[in-house]
């Protein structure tokens, strides 16, 4: 049967509270045995017996003021010998009956001063030369002194059985300590070996995940919360390797693919300090892997002002795009266009900011752009100076869209009063020629 950990620390907790408990009842039982309100009512039992004697004597001769006296000793010494039997309350205490052990010794007083009493009171009521008083004495010491011996034998028994609770209190108290003292052992035991443990190896695995091995386990063993609280421990730690092992190929394939675009780029930190760059940017500037490191971005991209647009875009977040400029590459001076975007992931802080450099080279679009002018310069120069007319109509209403510039010799009408009004070269052909030209613009609709 396996305990869950509620239950095991609440059985740790419960059984040293029930041994104290039941500790508490026995020391409170032999407590109230060894009662020093009990051993003051023996000895004053004893110690009344005394009196008893003396008040006796004195009132034998002849001193009558002594009787009440006498009376009070009877009715207290009757009254502490109940007390001793049964129990009951003497100056404001209520007292248990006196242990077992001494219980045949009072027997031997309740005998000794049963037949005692009636002789005492009359000696304390009657005259001290009348019949019943003089029939009394004879025999009152030697009785008065079995009573005084058998009273000091009961405050004796009680004393000694006084002294053998307290003895017992103390064995128990210290079996209650060795108890307690185990308990507590075993308890640290228990406490290291099944909950400060797995907590210790829960917190290794974890520092190991923080450092960096996602392969880090708990060992699951039992069945309770903290075998349960390991179970989903290394569900997590398993999610998130799972996690990481994916960002990662996303990562690489991410490299891959910045390592594969024709365009440069490179990665700077909040001072403008390459930290890595891709290999179009370093065959663009001549760098290898590891001399462009550290570099600041100035050694290799020099221009006016440009230091100041990144660390503004650094600053303030806002990407710039666009930026064209001529820069010193290994191949010569050539124009570049820039992107710059500020980029750091939501965890770091703000001094990890860092910058993502995109350097397009413009040298061929800058070459085709050029051959594209020459080519339209040389088209331009080989409709101006043709003899004839060149021009473009469109097929849905022929309407011209373009006619060069020589039609103003052969027309008097210039190419903007022509476009402008689509049909006005129609209306200046002569009527009989008009249906041969018609005929010959649907022709070519058709194809």
């Known amino acids: 049967m396996r305990f869950s950990l509620t239950s095991t620390v609440a059985l740790l907790l419960i ?3 029930c041994g104290a408990f039941l500790s508490f009842v026995l020391f409170w039982s032999f407590h109230a045995q060894s009662n020093p309100a009990s051993i003051s009512v023996a000895d004053r039992q004893s110690m009344i017996a005394v009196q008893l004697g003396q008040w006796a004597d004195m009132v034998a001769l002849g001193q009558d003021e002594d009787r009440a006296g006498l009376r009070e000793r009877i009715a207290e010494f009757d009254h502490t010998l109940t007390v001793l039997e049964r129990g009951g309350d003497v100056d404001g205490d209520t007292l248990p009956p006196t242990p077992e052990g001494a219980q045949p010794l009072i027997a031997r007083v309740r005998e000794v001063w049963t037949e005692l009493k009636p002789r005492l009171q009359v000696i304390a009521d009657r005259p001290e030369n009348s019949l019943e008083a003089q029939r009394a004495y004879p025999g009152l010491r030697a009785a008065i002194g079995e009573l005084r011996t058998t009273s000091d034998l009961v405050a004796t028994a009680t004393q000694d059985h006084a002294v053998a609770a307290r003895a017992r209190i103390l064995d128990i108290l210290g079996i209650t300590a060795g108890l307690s003292l185990a308990l507590l052992l075993l308890g ?10 797995p907590v210790m190896q829960i917190g290794s695995a974890a520092r190991r995940i923080r450092d960096g091995d996602i392969t880090a386990r708990v ?10 609280l390991a179970w989903t421990f290394n569900a997590m730690a398993a999610r998130v390797e799972g996690l990481l092992v994916a960002l990662d190929l996303r990562r690489k394939h991410a490299e891959t693919l910045g390592q594969s675009l024709p365009l440069g780029t490179a990665l700077l930190d909040k001072d403008l300090a390459i930290l890595r760059t891709n290999r179009a940017f370093q065959e663009m500037f001549g760098l290898d892997e590891h001399h462009g490191r550290d570099r600041p971005v100035d050694d290799v991209l020099s221009a006016a002002g440009l230091r100041d647009r990144l660390l503004a875009a650094m600053q303030s977040g806002v990407a710039v795009r666009g930026l064209e400029i001529d820069v010193q590459t290994s191949t010569g001076l050539h124009p570049v266009r820039l992107t710059a975007a500020p980029t750091r992931l939501a965890e770091e802080e703000e001094e990890k900011a860092r910058l993502l450099l995109v350097v397009e080279d413009l040298t061929e679009e800058a070459r085709l752009r050029a051959d594209a002018m020459a080519a339209e310069a040389r088209l331009t120069q080989l409709v101006t100076s043709s003899p004839a007319t060149i021009f473009s109509a469109r097929a849905s209403d022929v ?28 209306e200046r052909i002569h009527l009989d020629d008009k249906s041969q030209v018609f005929t010959g613009f649907l022709l070519l609709r058709e194809v």
């Not at 640290?188 to 443990?197: D, G, M, S």
């Not at 060992?219 to 349960?228: D, H, I, P, Q, R």
């Open 188 to 197: 640290l035991w228990y406490a290291r070996r099944f909950i400060v443990q």
């Open 15 to 17: 059984v040293p509270s």
């Open 399 to 426: 309407g011209i869209t373009y006619v060069s510039d020589n039609i103003v010799q052969h027309t008097g009408y210039t190419p903007h009063e022509l476009i402008a009004n689509p049909l006005l070269w129609m």
């Open 219 to 228: 060992e699951v063993a039992g069945g309770n919360e903290l075998s349960t």
